[in-house]
């Protein structure tokens, strides 16, 4: 999805909603707002809690495109207007309704905050369950509200597997693997304090130290040229490489999964066997 504008909004420009765009499926929408210069605060609003469907994906894309294209380069913020929810997942039956979803939507939302030309900081302010955290960790920096909301990758209870993809993106992410057994495995929950600590987040609180972030950091002149994408699709390889190449990760499992059965077999076989001499 492209964006083709005429000219860009000039820079100063501090309109207070500079654009929304609406999520068909809930009545929800994409609001930017410019509380600082050059800093685009994107607030998504998806009752009841923010669930991650091809329509939210589809807003998402355009939000950001309307950015890359229509605004001076600066800092992209997204956060939600859920106070509970930053997001609490995909919509599961959405999801199992559309078999060209993690292709043809959800993965390309990820390549985008991955690579994107701008710095990117997520705002978790409530639960970021499952695709919420995916989607918090593609960003280039999170802070957390201290007090509200968990963090978790619920597969593990759920009996789904992660998918190939976004555990390389949690492995290039995440900076202790023993951090990632204990998320992926157990299905762990973490709040705030807890994050930080992990390095999960980079800060705790709410806008006021977003932009404090930003400042220290000087991150509003960072995506002037082409250099900070570039740089994140190099980092970032291996996981974009995974991506790309789905389609073998499936044929690869089912692979694995005719293997296991057939050791199965075996170890089964020699269990039995195993009793047998055991009641002689």
């Excluded at 504008?5 to 499926?25: C, D, H, N, Y």
């Excluded at 559309?98 to 030309?117: C, K, N, Q, V, W």
Aim: charged fraction near 20%.
């Amino acid at each position: 999805m492209s964006l083709k504008v005429a000219e860009k909004i000039p820079l100063g420009s501090r309109k207070a909603t500079p654009f929304t765009i609406p999520i068909s499926s809930t009545g929800g929408n994409f609001a930017c707002t410019i509380p600082a210069e050059q800093v685009y605060v994107l607030t998504f609003t998806s009752g009841p809690d923010n669930r991650v469907t091809i329509p939210f994906i589809k807003a998402f894309m355009l939000s950001l495109d309307i950015i890359e294209h229509k605004f001076p380069p600066g800092v992209v913020v997204t956060t939600s207007g859920i106070g509970k929810f930053y997001s609490n997942g995909y919509d599961l039956e959405h999801v199992s309704q559309h078999a060209d979803f993690f292709e043809g939507y959800s993965f390309p939302i990820l390549r985008r905050l991955l690579t994107y030309p701008m710095p990117t900081i997520a705002l978790i302010n409530g639960h970021a369950f499952g695709a919420g955290c995916f989607l918090a960790l593609a960003h280039d920096y999170r802070i957390q509200n201290p007090t509200r909301g968990f963090n978790c990758l619920p597969e593990i209870d759920m009996g789904v597997l992660i998918p190939t993809a976004v555990q390389a993106m949690f492995k290039q992410k995440m900076p202790n693997p023993t951090v990632f057994r204990d998320v992926a495995l157990e299905g762990r929950r973490f709040g705030g304090p807890e994050a930080l600590k992990m390095g999960w987040v980079d800060g705790l609180g709410g806008m006021e130290e977003v932009l404090q972030l930003v400042k220290e950091r000087k991150l509003t002149g960072r995506g002037a040229t082409s250099a900070w994408g570039g740089i994140k699709e190099d980092i970032y390889a291996e996981t974009l490489a995974a991506m790309d190449d789905n389609a073998a990760n499936g044929r690869w499992r089912d692979e694995i999964e005719r293997v296991k059965e057939g050791k199965n077999e075996v170890s089964r076989a020699s269990v039995e066997r195993w009793e047998k001499g055991a009641k002689l």
